[in-house]
Structure formats: structure tokens, C-alpha cells
Nanobody
Framework: EVDLVESGGGSVQAGGSLTLSCAAS????????MGWYRQTPGDQCELVSR???????YTKDSVKGRFAISRDNAKNTLYLQMNSLKPEDTRVYFC??????????????????????WGQGTQGTVSS
């Protein structure tokens, strides 16, 4: 059974940093394309960053240069380092993994949809 557990959220002032972690079980991070989505209004999620099994990364333009995705294969954990945080980054962040190797990583997705594995989410809050 696949389980994704996010941690590392919290509250910071604008300009501060948070490091999100996604501890995976039932799935090998090194062999999987995984990513981070964050919640938007209307039960939608937008793709923030993605890390492929071949170590090819994608990062949303609005956070590029501030956010960095990485993985620790030994710990079977995916990370999202978030620096220079802005109030608009205040979101619930989800760790996501595919249910099949044919999964298409879309820019927008319904949060928690059953086509993928989703963590429970971790809240990042950025104050002005």
C-alpha cells in the first residue's frame, strides 16, 4: 500500500523559508516521478514542481528560483525547499505520486483525485 506523508509546513514571515518533506512507503522514490501540487480555490491543485525518475525537474515559473525540489533516495523522501516566501504562497501543499507509469503530469488537477496517490497535505502560511 502506498502512503505519502508530508511534513515541514508551518508559519513564516514573508521572505522566510520552509522545507517540506514527503516520506514515501510502498513506493520507491528513486524509481518514480513525483511532485508537489498546491491547493487553489475550487478544489483544484496546481503543479508546483516535479522530479522525474531520471532526475529531470520542472518548476512552476512563478516559484522558479525560490523553490527547489530534491529527493533523498536512501531515505525514500521527496523534498521541496521553499525560500523567499510570499503571502501568495500560503497554500496547502500535497506530495503526489503516480498510480501507473503512464500517468500524465498536468499543470492543473483535482486535489486528491484517485488517478494518483496523494499525501494528506501540509499547510504553509506566509504572513506579511
Amino acid at each position: 500500500e502506498v502512503d505519502l506523508v508530508e511534513s515541514g509546513g508551518g508559519s513564516v514571515q514573508a521572505g522566510g523559508s520552509l522545507t517540506l518533506s514527503c516520506a514515501a512507503s510502498g513506493l520507491t522514490v528513486a524509481d518514480s516521478t513525483m511532485g508537489w501540487y498546491r491547493q487553489t480555490p475550487g478544489d483544484q491543485c496546481e503543479l508546483v514542481s516535479r522530479y522525474s525518475s531520471d532526475a529531470i525537474t520542472y518548476t512552476k515559473d512563478s516559484v522558479k528560483g525560490r523553490f527547489a525540489i530534491s529527493r533523498d533516495n536512501a531515505k525514500n523522501t521527496l523534498y521541496l525547499q521553499m525560500n523567499s516566501l510570499k503571502p501568495e504562497d500560503t497554500r496547502v501543499y500535497f506530495c503526489v505520486a503516480p498510480r501507473s507509469r503512464d500517468d500524465t503530469w498536468t499543470i492543473w488537477a483535482v486535489c486528491g483525485n484517485r488517478l494518483r496517490y496523494w499525501g494528506q497535505g501540509t499547510q504553509g502560511t506566509v504572513s506579511s
